[in-house]
């Protein structure tokens, strides 16, 4: 009654996007029956302060919450934990320096679904809270792999991407696609080889419509994210 | 930082219906951002010994690692615990009495289920795993509620449900739908006024077809489970 690790995700940041983590996790696995699947523990709480708020607006610090969740999955026996909110990684540094687990950075799991998907260089759009736009997550890690990154102009945040994001949210995924897949098709008309949806919710709103047609590679970061956590526990 | 406990999801048998049950749980909640939904928490171990095979051909006994994550989610402070697997409830008097935390029955949420839509008693089919069949998980509890239940026969289970189930836990959900939607068809023709699809893979197979052809309330027991956990959370 050993074996394995937990691999600990933590959530909440929206539920749906980490209901839809585990759900991705479970597909993209190859497996024959419940036992080749892998060990997870999930600790979704939809309660932590939101992360965009705090960076943009003075709203509470969402860091005590983020610990107790690390706590929570180290103490139940994780070997790593999956974080599917792309906005919490700014808070990276001070989870990592928390807790002896690897934490499986989201933009690197970005940036190694981009090579799968032969876009090895070059200019990439990314869509992202206000949030992690600002806190310039994306930016150095892509740049130095050799990517440069451009991102929607502040009209296009306010009307297109963070009503994109709110809907998704509120259960309101189908709404969700108009605004999503036309910011995505700016990116493209500015010049993107590629668009990263550096936003956990947005790939629930764009899948919701016909995404093929925004005619470029998309880099869902929930798969991307389940991705790496297959590569950590060697499947 | 305190306020409401977690829901403890004790899962992965198998992993795809417990991240089923976490999407429907947010899907069902009434939000309107990540703050309205319920906390929970999810301990998906696929690695627990095979249900049915425990009960009918002498495999390895569950109850240790059932037992083992029910201790984990009251650990970490969980306020009840549901169970997104039918067969799993044939332990379902050990592991209550395990732990002070109220475990959510899955049959009782699956009568409140059918009484929710309108069928509040007479013939109802059960499709279920051999195990749950064997240990006769749903007759006492609905038939204190008026509801005689009928069963696909060993043929049917060893043609139809059987590799229906097997095929959803190797991912493989398309393909399950037609043996499935063909075991409610039979128990419609036998005077079924609603199919119970009592093993949360079912449910997985009949969604991925066309199932408003089979023409009969389904009762869906991931649904019926994240319902009843929405009610014992006040929402």
């Not at 860091?63 to 700014?90: F, V, Y």
């Not at 032969?118 to 806190?135: E, K």
């Not at 994001?165 to 696609?177: D, S, W």
């Not at 036309?182 to 990263?196: I, P």
């Amino acid at each position: 009654m050993s074996g394995a690790p937990f691999l600990g995700v933590l959530g909440g940041m929206g539920p749906l996007a980490s209901a839809q983590f585990m759900l991705r996790l479970t597909l993209l696995t190859p497996a024959e029956r419940d036992q080749d699947h892998l060990p997870a523990l999930l600790w979704s709480d939809p309660r932590i302060p939101d992360r965009t708020a705090a960076r943009l607006a003075g709203g509470e610090d969402p860091l005590p919450w983020l610990l107790r969740g690390i706590a929570g999955l180290e103490a139940a026996g994780c070997g790593a934990i999956a974080i599917p909110c792309n906005t919490a990684h700014g808070w990276y540094e001070a989870m990592q320096a928390a807790t002896p687990l690897p934490i499986l950075h989201i933009v690197d799991a970005a940036a190694e679904d981009l090579a799968r998907q032969g876009v090895a260089s070059g200019r990439v759009g990314l869509l992202a809270t206000a949030g992690t736009l600002a806190m310039r997550l994306y930016q150095p890690r892509l740049e130095a792999r050799g990517y440069s990154v451009i991102t929607p102009d502040e009209a296009e945040m306010r009307e297109l991407v963070s009503p994109g994001i709110a809907l998704v949210k509120a259960n309101r995924v189908a709404e969700a696609y108009a605004p999503l897949a036309e910011a995505a098709t700016r990116l493209k008309a500015r010049g993107a080889a590629a668009v990263v949806l550096g936003c956990t919710e947005i790939p629930l709103g764009i899948q919701a419509g016909p995404s093929a047609e925004i005619g470029l590679p998309l880099v869902d970061t929930i798969d991307a994210l389940a991705l790496a956590s297959l590569r950590w526990a060697g499947k």
